[in-house]
């Protein structure tokens, strides 16, 4: 993997980015390793808990298979603590250019979110063509991404929130979706059991019915 990622390259690469809540920095890279051997290797540990910097960090130095990125980046500080931490992605809630501007300044590509037409000329006007859609089920879901492709034809999209292995097929068959992003891949009591197994399973099925 090149050291200066792309959006569009972290979006393709599985293309389904697990979005991973972890509460305990033993966890991180068991389930890090478990997610690779399953064939997925762009990693969103979100911002969500006080264990993320530390956990991105020990992906980052000791599974070298997986590229990690930091997702609920909701400002520039954010971006800068992940980045430190060894985060090769960013991915955001919503947008705003003070988070568009760091993430430039620090050379980590992002996927900014958005919900509405106003949000996505927003974040092209600074230059950004590949947006997370969130929260995708609750905002319109695969109807609302058919809407877009008209005005936004030239926008890629990672539909995430409310996105299961029952509804992603639905999005990935979209021409202006490029990946999925969803909790469903690391389930918090697979974590708080340390079932590896379980999660690597559910990569490796979630890989054979996406590609
Ligand atoms: C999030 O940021 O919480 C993601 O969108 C995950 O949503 P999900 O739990 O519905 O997959």
């Not at 033993?26 to 530390?54: D, F, S």
């Not at 609750?138 to 292995?165: E, H, R």
Request: with cysteine; hydrophobic share 50%; charged share 15%.
């Amino acid at each position: 993997m090149a050291v200066n990622l792309t959006s569009l390259q972290v979006m393709q690469d599985a293309p389904v980015i697990p979005v991973i809540v972890l509460n305990d920095v033993a966890h991180a890279v068991p389930m890090a390793r478990a997610l690779v051997a399953g064939g997925i290797r762009m990693l969103e540990v979100t911002l969500r808990t006080p264990q993320a910097l530390a956990c991105m960090e020990a992906i980052a130095q000791e599974v070298p298979g997986a590229v990690v990125g930091a997702g609920t980046v909701r400002s520039a500080a954010d971006a800068a603590a992940a980045a430190k931490a060894g985060a090769r992605f960013a991915v955001s809630p919503g947008y705003t250019k003070t988070v568009g501007q760091a993430c430039k300044d620090l050379g980590l590509p992002l996927l900014p979110g958005v919900a509405t037409g106003s949000e996505i000329m927003m974040a092209l006007e600074d230059g950004y063509t590949e947006l997370k859609f969130f929260p995708a089920m609750q905002a319109g879901g695969p109807a609302m991404l058919k809407a877009w492709s008209g005005p936004f034809f030239d926008v890629k999209f990672c539909p995430t929130g409310g996105v299961t292995s029952q509804n992603a097929a639905d999005f990935l068959s979209l021409p202006n979706v490029a990946c999925v992003g969803g909790s469903w891949l690391v389930p918090a009591d697979a974590l708080a059991q340390g079932d590896w197994a379980r999660i690597e399973a559910l990569a490796r099925a979630t890989c054979q019915w996406v590609r």
